[in-house]
């Protein structure tokens, strides 16, 4: 995997106009039935998505979950995914992994060596340690989990602790450590688009670390706050990730212009955002 | 998979008389180099390793971080080695997995369907909806992690967090949120032997809750208050894990006795320590 992550990134942002991120969750109950007949099912619906998308999206991010629950299958499957990635498009692998220091190594290894991934997301809960052997590789882009999308993560993520004498939700605590560890350049952030709230105390917390805003479509967040309140001073810095919307837009025979249609409109709404936001200044790469 | 975990478990600890978890981290730099050159190296050392344990222990857990850094070869070798699991001893995956629901659900899916796992590790940052799929197969353990072994721990788990007026560090408040999680009576906890003053922590809040206790051996932790403060009325409730020093206690000829003989230490070393705690009351099996 040659170059950084961040520059690769920052690439195809560029070359695609989009913030767009979309989701390889594949999901045998959803892809068209004729593709799923096939016996090579998963890499030929995941490439027919990207051969339709590649041009309007900045980033791909399977998620592990979907192809471990189809066992063998799933992982040749996803290692046909990963081959058929356009080379200039990022590959982030959403794995949400975290250990004791020397299995985060074996994960770091599966995720960046074995796979080949340019970015993964991870999970803070088991601290520092658990997160380092994924930043040492300062060419990968690590996401820590801080505010996620789904309805639990007031749980925790919501409480009140308190560090050095001074109360802040637990989401923002970690965003706090997370800017401590970015010491090569390769930490983002994890911020669902259903927490509105949150855009603004974390972009306080972190101005320029990367985020990867989960949650617009079937989640049903708030892609205008997420674009207002998330990206950077340049009108980037977010990845809006996008699956079922883009992937399942249509069962027909007309699946690939389906999910392209679903990742131009979705590109189309973020860049229409960026424009508001910076009053019409934003370069046209 | 036939019976409930915690039955399983419970007839094993009998049969075993032990609270030994051995925990299957394999290691292609650690284990026999003679083992190391078979094609099937995988599969025959934990084979191997079951062999002359099966009857020192109560579980055995793979973590699945070795099993995916060593890629398709590793995946294949974990079904091998859960193949040749003795029936009567339940596997605990050791995953560590926390995603939004649609994604949970795949996990556990994964772990409990296609790999067969009798338990599973959990990771409580995304909240309840990311364990409840998982909580939902009743028949199998969900230990979450709560206090964990790595230095990192102190890092969130530690930090005061408020819930309705009351201030606990997190992982009492994940503990607590635990044992209300405990519907199906399926739940258990995470809670290192290095973090000696979490244990009469948890035991006020989850009296009952089932404990694994990973960071006995490499990572120093302190076996004795680990039994003394961890075990339940029944002088039971804790698994504690081991597993290099297991594995990997001779890289000759005699892997196996080795192996044997350490299980065979640590078993006792707890049971003395149940046998203390229980001032000699405990029956014997």
């Known amino acids: 995997m040659a170059g950084a992550f961040k520059e690769k990134l920052a690439a195809a942002v560029r070359r695609s106009d989009s913030l767009v991120c979309v989701g390889l969750d ?9 593709v799923r007949e096939r016996a090579d099912w998963i890499g030929y619906f995941n490439a027919g998505i990207m051969e339709a998308t590649a041009d309007l999206v900045c980033c791909y991010k399977p998620n592990l979950g979907f ?7 799933g992982w040749q499957g996803l290692r046909q995914t990963l081959a058929a990635v356009p080379r200039d498009v990022p590959v982030l692998l959403d794995a949400k992994r975290g250990d004791i220091g020397s299995t985060a190594e074996a994960y770091a290894r599966a995720l960046f060596e074995d796979l080949g991934g ?3 997301t991870v999970n803070p809960y088991m601290g520092f340690d658990a997160v380092a052997p994924f930043l040492a590789y300062g060419d990968r882009g690590v996401f820590v989990l801080c505010k996620t999308s789904n309805p639990g993560a007031a749980d925790f ?15 923002e605590q970690v965003a706090r450590a997370a800017v401590g560890w970015n010491r090569r350049g390769n930490v983002g952030l994890v911020v669902g688009a259903t927490q509105p709230a949150a ?36 009108g980037t810095g977010i990845l809006v990730a996008s699956s079922r919307a883009v992937l399942y837009a249509s069962s027909g025979q007309d699946w690939q212009a389906a999910a392209r249609a679903a990742a131009a409109e ?6 229409a955002l960026r424009g508001a936001k910076s009053d019409g200044a934003r370069a046209i790469p």
Request: hydrophobic share 45%; with cysteine.
């Open 26 to 34: 594949v999901d045998p109950g959803r892809v068209p039935a004729f």
């Open 67 to 73: 192809y471990e629950a189809l066992g063998a299958e």
């Open 118 to 120: 340019d970015a993964a």
């Open 157 to 171: 993520q919501d409480l009140p602790c308190e560090v050095s004498g001074e109360r802040r939700p637990l989401f």
């Open 199 to 234: 855009f603004r105390a974390v972009r306080a917390i972190a101005p320029a670390l990367p985020l990867l805003v989960p949650g617009v479509g079937a989640q049903g967040g708030d892609l205008a706050v997420a674009v207002r309140e998330g990206a950077d001073a340049s």
């Open 266 to 271: 979705l590109r189309d709404a973020i860049n």
